[in-house]
């Protein structure tokens, strides 16, 4: 689930930049992949300002000594529980601005790709976890799909409303759930890619 996303910088950096208040960049990259960077976005203290925001790039996915495989998403309905998870979802938190995401399913015998994005067209902005590392690694979030994303795969990320971001970053693990839920599905726009 959530194996792909995809950033175009024109349409993505001015917003977020514009919303968040600090220049916000990252390459356009239409196949993010595992592994790769990814720039996020954290809360952060700010000297005579009080709260604020910043960039943070880092790197998709954990390998914990037990597994085989880069873990690259966490289930929203139980990442306050796990241990993997837990700390990092009380204490690190972000947003990862993306273009869209990508899934694949079954169609006649072959696996056709699909781009959701907002119906709008504006910026997503993907629930994460970070891990400070050598250098800092990402795991971002998934829940149940709405109906219509349903059709195309059994998890969606768990994306953030802007009004919603505050509230991401400053809530206690136990007033979160209400956020870890699939966005409305007359908002996603889905076609062939």
Request: charged share 20%; hydrophobic share 35%; proline share 6%.
């Amino acid at each position: 689930m959530c194996g792909r996303m995809n950033v175009v910088h024109d349409s993505l950096c001015p917003i977020i930049s514009d919303f968040f208040g600090f220049n916000f960049s990252t390459p356009t990259n239409n196949n993010l992949s595992p592994s790769q960077t990814v720039a996020t976005i954290v809360a952060t203290t700010l000297k005579n300002t009080g709260a604020g925001y910043q960039q943070l790039d880092t790197s998709w996915g954990i390998q914990p000594s037990w597994s085989k495989k880069l873990l690259i998403n966490a289930q929203g309905e139980t990442v306050s529980e796990k241990t993997t998870f837990r700390q990092a979802f009380k204490t690190h938190r972000c947003l990862v601005p993306c273009s869209g995401w990508y899934e694949w399913r079954t169609e006649n015998g072959k696996k056709q790709k699909y781009h959701f994005s907002l119906e709008n067209g504006d910026p997503l902005l993907m629930a994460g976890i970070w891990y400070q590392e050598e250098s800092p690694k990402l795991v971002t979030l998934t829940t149940t799909p709405n109906e219509k994303c349903a059709q195309y795969h059994k998890r969606m990320p768990v994306f953030i409303l802007p009004e919603h971001t505050q509230y991401w970053f400053q809530s206690p693990v136990e007033q979160l759930a209400v956020l870890l839920k699939p966005i409305s599905e007359e908002h996603v726009n889905i076609e062939r890619a």
